[in-house]
């Protein structure tokens, strides 16, 4: 059992969890990822480390009550336990000697963002941190990714924090100015990653990308984690989660991520409705 030590909202539906374990804390790196289940009924969820304390032997994930699992995960508290909590799983990212670099990160890709700027801020690096959020009730982490930029832009679909506009936008502005980039990282929906790689593509500028496929076991065995990266089939779990977003074929990660979405909607309405009746039953 893994103890969750410390857990917060960070707006109505994404959670921010501490969690006790050690043996992961003492390996982590920017980029890798856990698998957790809350109990022996859930599913199996992967999450990318936000964050680890290699001294407290803990570390820390940002999830989305999106589904049955992640609902159920929702209603722990502080002091409750996880069944499972294995990792660190995947490759960790590449990010040493790169001196000026854009971070940009979509929604709650930029839980998966903020490690990586932090790592190259403290390494020295210029990172230019571009964020979006459809509006502002929805921004996460924003004083964390300020402390770890040298540059943070926020960009809001409706206007309603920072600027107006998708962060290809202000991506797009920054390579028109003349600002070089040892590479772009860009994490989020995988629309967001398509429409950043063709611009940076245009611009010859090195994208990498963290894919997010259907994923099971998270060890390469099961299949379910493939993706299409320059003609050739790998999987997520262990020869990612991180590719060239250039050679990446997002369309077919966009159809395959949508195949369970009815069985998905189908689960949380159940385990909701079950909810309702245990609270009619009190």
């Given at each position: 059992?893994?103890?969750?030590?410390?857990?917060?909202?960070?707006?109505?539906?994404?959670?921010?969890?501490?969690?006790l374990?050690?043996?992961?804390?003492?390996?982590?790196?920017?980029?890798?990822?856990?698998?957790?289940?809350?109990?022996?009924?859930?599913?199996?969820?992967?999450?990318?480390?936000?964050?680890?304390?290699?001294?407290?032997?803990?570390?820390?994930?940002?999830?989305?009550?999106?589904?049955?699992?992640?609902?159920?995960?929702?209603?722990?508290?502080?002091?409750?336990?996880?069944?499972d909590?294995?990792?660190p799983?995947?490759t960790?990212?590449?990010l040493?000697?790169?001196?000026?670099?854009?971070?940009?990160?979509?929604?709650?890709?930029?839980?998966?963002?903020?490690?990586?700027?932090?790592?190259?801020?403290?390494?020295?690096?210029?990172?230019?941190?571009?964020?979006?959020?459809?509006n502002?009730?929805?921004?996460?982490?924003?004083?964390?990714?300020?402390?770890?930029?040298?540059?943070?832009?926020?960009?809001?679909?409706?206007?309603?924090?920072?600027?107006?506009?998708?962060?290809?936008?202000?991506?797009?502005?920054?390579?028109?100015?003349?600002?070089?980039?040892?590479?772009?990282?860009?994490?989020?929906?995988?629309?967001?990653?398509?429409?950043?790689?063709?611009?940076?593509?245009?611009?010859?500028?090195?994208?990498?990308?963290?894919m997010?496929?259907?994923?099971?076991?998270?060890?390469?065995?099961?299949?379910?984690?493939?993706?299409?990266?320059?003609?050739?089939?790998?999987?997520a779990?262990?020869?990612?989660p991180?590719?060239?977003?250039?050679?990446?074929?997002?369309?077919?990660?966009i159809?395959?991520?949508?195949?369970?979405?009815?069985?998905?909607?189908?689960?949380?309405?159940?385990?909701?409705?079950?909810?309702m009746?245990?609270?009619?039953?009190?």
């Amino acid at each position: 059992m893994f103890k969750i030590v410390k857990k917060e909202s960070l707006n109505a539906q994404t959670d921010r969890m501490t969690v006790l374990a050690p043996l992961v804390a003492a390996k982590a790196l920017p980029g890798q990822f856990v698998i957790l289940r809350a109990d022996e009924y859930a599913e199996r969820i992967p999450l990318t480390v936000a964050d680890y304390d290699r001294e407290a032997g803990t570390v820390t994930v940002i999830f989305q009550k999106v589904g049955m699992s992640t609902q159920k995960i929702g209603e722990l508290k502080e002091g409750e336990s996880l069944l499972d909590f294995v990792g660190p799983l995947g490759t960790a990212s590449h990010l040493d000697g790169l001196r000026r670099v854009a971070v940009i990160g979509g929604g709650l890709g930029c839980a998966i963002a903020y490690p990586q700027a932090k790592y190259l801020h403290a390494a020295g690096a210029q990172v230019d941190m571009i964020v979006g959020f459809r509006n502002a009730d929805l921004i996460i982490l924003e004083e964390e990714m300020r402390a770890v930029s040298t540059n943070l832009i926020m960009m809001t679909d409706d206007g309603s924090k920072g600027e107006r506009g998708f962060v290809t936008d202000a991506l797009k502005a920054q390579l028109e100015a003349g600002v070089e980039y040892d590479e772009v990282i860009a994490i989020g929906p995988p629309v967001m990653m398509k429409f950043v790689s063709l611009l940076t593509k245009q611009y010859g500028v090195k994208t990498i990308v963290s894919m997010n496929p259907i994923m099971i076991d998270g060890t390469g065995m099961c299949g379910g984690c493939r993706v299409t990266v320059g003609g050739k089939i790998k999987f997520a779990c262990v020869d990612g989660p991180e590719f060239d977003g250039h050679e990446v074929d997002f369309d077919e990660l966009i159809r395959r991520n949508s195949a369970y979405v009815p069985q998905e909607r189908e689960a949380a309405h159940r385990y909701n409705c079950n909810l309702m009746k245990q609270a009619e039953e009190k």
